[in-house]
């Protein structure tokens, strides 16, 4: 079975400090892909992983890819408020179609 | 501007009613897709389609419909047979020639049982 899964499910933390979310996928793929999601609205591409060793970074935010270990990482570094949203991984097992992570709420606070 | 158009943003569907939710795009993608979103949790894709007159289903098709007749469109009908249609539902679109891209998003139809 085809599952994505991402922790932690939700994620307070203080402004200034650093975080990581972790996605872990059940098969082989090679092409992995972020979005952020705020509250009621729709997504929005953050990163799109294509090869093993990818890394990929915007901001405050880094990603990365390890197709051996079926894992990618959200690294959040110096947090801010604005960084509150759902952040989700998706991937593609070679069909075109995206199986999603259950997504990671972030709140970022003062 | 190019993007993906989805109407209406709230609506509400009476027992036994049928109702047809919109997506269209500008951006001459080759394939599109509908997910549906519950409260807290991801998206599980309900149809999706690479070429015109061509669609698949995804993994909770049941109570669901679609048609593509244009490129450009992908309307999704919420049939009676879909006994808990609440949720959020998103239209997405794809190129899929050339490099890996993401997917584009609508900004989603939110349908509530009356």
């Known amino acids: 079975e085809l599952k994505v899964e991402q922790n932690p499910l939700f994620l307070s933390m203080q402004e200034g400090k650093n975080y990581t979310i972790y996605c872990n996928y059940s098969?082989?793929?090679?092409?992995l892909y972020w979005y952020r999601q705020d509250p009621g609205k729709s997504l929005e591409s953050l990163f799109v992983l294509l090869s093993n060793g990818a890394v990929k970074q915007e901001g405050r935010l880094m990603a990365s890819l390890d197709t051996k270990a079926r894992l990618s990482t959200l690294h959040i570094t110096a947090a801010v408020h604005d960084l509150s949203a759902t952040y989700f991984c998706a991937v593609d097992y070679n069909t075109d179609k995206l199986i999603f992570g259950t997504g990671t709420r972030l709140q970022v606070f003062p | 501007d190019g993007g993906i158009t989805q109407s209406p943003k709230y609506l509400f569907r009476k027992e036994g009613q049928n109702v047809t939710l919109s997506c269209e795009q500008n951006l001459n993608h080759d394939a599109m897709y509908w997910y549906r979103q519950d409260p807290g949790q991801g998206l599980r894709l309900i149809y999706y389609?690479?070429?015109?007159?061509?669609?698949q289903k995804g993994d909770i098709a049941e109570g669901y419909s679609v048609s593509r007749e244009k490129k450009e469109s992908f309307p999704l009908t919420v049939t009676s047979a879909q006994k808990n249609p609440t949720a959020f539902y998103l239209c997405?679109?794809?190129?899929?020639?050339?490099?890996?891209?993401?997917?584009?998003f609508g900004d989603g139809t939110r349908l509530s049982i009356l």
């Open positions: 997405a679109s794809k190129k899929l020639s050339g490099a890996n891209q993401p997917q584009h």
């Open positions: 098969t082989t793929s090679d092409r």
């Open positions: 389609s690479q070429i015109v007159n061509d669609f």
